[in-house]
């Protein structure tokens, strides 16, 4: 079975600092994708960020960027520039390829972040 | 003008009780799913439903029993309510291309359920 992991339970970074999310995850198959997603306090869940895992160049939008290394299976997410608004859980996610039935997502366990002023 | 919602948003009561959750999406998606999300926030599916047919159902007690009237809407139903099934319950939608492109899931606002 697929598991994702996520090593830090809770992060913090000064404002409009750098900061970077770990997260590996452990799966057989070759075709997959890898997402991110941002819970702030209203509990909604947001998509952050995806990988096609058949792409090699990683994925950006705007502030952030991922560091997604197929063999190590790590897929890590950088957010520069940090804002109050990124105060959030952030969640690493996965599914396997676009197969019919593979829709689910199998999430890491979470990482708070915290934005200090 | 909410793409995914569901009702109630808080959900309180007491052991032993039968209840619903409802969810509905107007992005004409085909494709909804049931997530589970306990006290330490771990996230984990439940069921998944594509054009009112069930796909994905993981191991979830037989008290449970999701609902499809048609694409748009699943429902969760929850018999014989337990202190464990306190949580927050996630309905999300996508729309599913067999064997190309992988389309986001939209997430509803979730449902607090506390079990007294």
């Known amino acids: 079975a697929q598991t994702v992991t996520q090593s830090q339970p809770e992060m913090s970074v000064q404002e409009a600092e750098t900061v970077t999310l770990s997260c590996t995850y452990d799966?057989?198959?070759?075709?997959?994708?890898l997402f991110w997603y941002k819970q702030p306090p209203s509990r909604q869940m947001i998509l952050v960020i995806r990988?096609?895992?058949?792409?090699?160049q990683n994925a950006t939008e705007n502030r952030f960027s991922v560091n997604f290394q197929k063999a190590a299976k790590s897929f890590s997410l950088k957010i520069s520039d940090s804002q109050l608004g990124d105060a959030a859980m952030y969640f690493c996610a996965y599914r396997e390829g676009p197969n019919f039935g593979n829709e689910k997502l199998t999430f890491g366990t979470g990482t708070r972040l915290t934005i200090i002023p | 003008d909410t793409a995914v919602s569901q009702t109630p948003k808080y959900l309180v009561t007491q052991m032993g009780n039968d209840k619903s959750i409802k969810c509905e999406q107007n992005?004409?998606?085909?494709?909804m799913y049931w997530y589970k999300q306990d006290s330490k926030k771990f996230l984990k599916i439940m069921f998944s439903y594509n054009n009112k047919e069930l796909i994905i159902n993981e191991t979830v007690p037989n008290r449970f029993s999701p609902k499809s009237p048609d694409k748009a809407h699943l429902n969760l139903h929850i018999n014989s309510l337990e202190l464990g099934d306190s949580a927050v319950y996630f309905c999300a939608s996508s729309q599913v291309e067999r064997g190309g492109r992988v389309n986001e899931q939209f997430f509803g606002p979730g449902t607090r359920l506390t079990v007294l």
């Open positions: 992005l004409g998606h085909d494709t």
């Open positions: 799966t057989s198959e070759s075709d997959y994708y």
């Open positions: 990988q096609e895992a058949y792409k090699q």
